[in-house]
Structures are given as structure tokens and as C-alpha cells.
């Protein structure tokens, strides 16, 4: 019975295979380039860019394809998107190589940013269609300005300036149970080829009610817990030249998590990158070092005896950073130090790796780990049951992680030149 009825899918999976089989070589583009677009789904819509950019064959897998695209992009100072394509030829086109930038708005919606995207992808790949037979379909056409007059010189009334306020909310609930939280951001950043500037203000507040029994008179008894905290953080950065640069930043802030009532931060810094800056899309490989002082007044008495206090403290930095056409990787290592007790220390160690293997072969892991030396802001009461469970408070501890992984082989046909949106995956 049971080999009777993997005999049925294995004739069933074969026959849809000869009945699909006609439809996918219609879809093939003869004389076409076969490119590999490697872009992350936030980046680029590739369902749009298969529908608006049919010149070409979509491959699946890398090493089937004549060009290579890897799109990278950066945020630029009025807080859009820097669009970096990456395009490399292989097989006969091995050698060939273009590259592309572009500027996206803040305030371009996707529908406009999508267009620019295939606008600048056609553009890139002109040179490697030149050499096939499909560049005979190709048309190249101008417009001619509609005003030929002289555009005036634009002032930039806000002198690089840009502002941002947002305001998040969240809340569920049941019979027995009611959540809220609440999370809002005032911000200015100005940015320019020698400086950089941010200020940013932010409050949030997590309330929840819980019904733990009935009075007498039949109404709810309610615990309600709640959690509250508000930044300010301001920063600027000045360009030393392309592998340094300096800075520094001041920051206060308050959380009930933390016991914290008010918190003052100032720091100095000097960073050092590896690679030129101008690479930065690419490749980095930056150390950083941040000495700097701190005042804090705590809500509770400290686990130390403090209520407030002055400490001096430095801050260490190294990461690395790289995307080609194997994949990505990502490491760094962050670790601070107080000065008046050498054994009050705190470093993480994070990265993530996205590795092709081989063809249809794709591995990634990602992780975070942290050694806790420096929790000089835990109350000396201690936290309560309720805290614990509920995650109010701050737990002592001498380490934390996360990490996650995943793998992934798929084979078959190396087209997907088609877009099917049906029913948008839901079935």
C-alpha cells in the first residue's frame, strides 16, 4: 500500500513536469542575457523588475548566468537611499565590468523608486547587450526638454537639514488582560561631505492590566504594571580624511527598566576604517574608541550603595563588514570599560554570514553573545516575582545570547523569467 502510493506522486509530480515543460521554454528569451540579480526583497522589487526589464533571462543560480548584479545601498544624509550597482560579467563576458549609482528621495514613494531602480538597470546592462543579437530590438531615445531655459541655481532653504517626528502604537487584549505600548521620535539630522550631525529625542511607555480575581461585590481585582522611558541623543562627526574620521556625543536618558532616573553621557571618538570610505558600500573594516564620562541618579539604591554617581569609562570597537558575489558577512566587536574598577566590564561579539556554497547551495547563521560585568544600575531591593515573569526589570547576569541559522538547496529549471501573483500567497 505504502509503495503504491509513493508510486502515484512520483507519476503525479512527473506528469505535471511534461505537461509544464512546453510552457517554460516559451518563456526563454532567445539571444538574451542570462543575469543574476542579487538584492535583498527591501531593496528591490524583482517581481516588477521580471515584468519591466524582459530584454533578459532571469536566472536562478549564479554561476548560470552571463552578469552578475549585486545591488548595495547606503543612507544618504537627507535620508534616502543610495543605490550602488555592482555589474560583473562572466563566462564570455568574464573581465567586462560597469557600475551605477543613484540617488532615491525620502519622500519618493516605492512605485518611484522601483521605476528609477529598472531605469538604471537597463542602463547598466547596455554595454554587455550591445555584444548580442538582442540589442537589434533595442531603441535608444531622448527627450528633448520641454523649457530650455536656464534652471535657476537651487537654495536649499533648510541648509541640509532634515527633520523627522513619529509617533508608534501597539495594544491586545482579552477578558482578562489589557496591553499598551506606546513608542515616539523627534528627530534633526544634517549631513554634508565634512560633517555629520543627529539629535534625536524618543519617549516610550508599556502598560499592562492583568484581572488576578473578583471583590465581594463581583468587581475585577486588576495588577497593573508599567514601564516607561525617554532619550535624548545627539552626536556629530567630523570627516578627517578617507580612512579617519572624529567625533563625539552627548546623551541622557531615563528608564524604569534600568533603574535609571537620569543618565548623562558624554564621549569623544576617533575611528580608523581599513578601506577607504568611498569602499564603504563594499567593504569595511572599522576600529573605533570612545573615552568619555557618565553621571547617573538611580530611582533605588544600588546593589553598590549608590544613589548617584560620576564614572569615567572608554568604549572599544572593531567591525568588519562585506558583500560580494558569494554572499555576506558581518562581524563585530564592541566592548566598554568603567576606570575606577577595571573588573566592571562589558563585551559582545555579533555577526552573521550568508555563504553561497555551492550551486543551489546557501547557508546562513547569524548570532550575538555578550559577556556582563557592569551592571552597576541594579537595585539593591532586588527584583519581585511579578518583575521577573513580566520582564520589568533588569536581571542580574554574567551573560546573554541569541543566535539563529538556517540552510537552504533548491534545483530544477534555471529560468524564472515568470511572475505569478495569483491569489498573493495566500494558498
Known sequence: MKSRFISSIIGIVLSFSLFAQEETFENLRTDALNIFIDCSSWQCDLDYIRNNMTMVNYMRDVQDADVYILVVTQTTGSGGQEYDLKIEGQKEFEGQKNEIKFNTEPTNTDDEIRKKLVKNLKAGLMPFIAKTPMFDKVNIVYEEPKDETEQEEVKDIWNNWVFRMSLNGWFNGQSSYKGINLFGNVSARRVTEKWKYSLSLNGNLSQDKYVVGIDSLGNDITSTFERTGYGFYSYAIRAISEHWSTGASYDVNSSTYNNNKLSHDFSAALEYNLFPYKESASKQLRISYLPGFRHNTYTDTTIYNK?????????????????????????????????????????????????????????????????????????????????????????????????????????????????????????
Not at 554570514?353 to 547551495?361: P, Q, Y
Not at 539563529?404 to 505569478?420: A, K, L, Q
Request: overall charge neutral.
Open 307 to 427: 544613589k548617584e554617581e560620576l564614572l569615567g569609562l572608554h568604549k572599544l570597537g572593531i567591525s568588519f563588514e562585506t558583500q560580494a558575489k558569494w554572499g555576506s558577512v558581518e562581524l563585530a566587536v564592541r566592548g566598554s570599560q568603567y576606570f575606577h574598577d577595571l573588573g566592571l566590564y562589558n563585551i559582545r561579539i555579533s555577526g552573521g554570514v550568508n555563504i553561497r556554497v555551492v550551486k543551489g547551495l546557501q547557508f546562513n547563521i547569524s548570532g550575538n553573545m555578550g559577556w556582563i560585568r557592569d551592571q552597576i544600575t541594579l537595585p539593591k531591593g532586588g527584583a519581585s516575582d511579578e518583575d521577573i515573569l513580566l520582564q520589568q526589570r533588569e536581571l542580574a547576569t554574567n551573560y546573554s545570547y541569541w543566535g539563529n541559522f538556517g540552510i537552504s538547496y533548491s534545483f530544477g529549471s534555471i529560468y524564472n523569467n515568470v511572475v505569478f501573483p495569483r491569489f498573493g500567497g495566500s494558498l
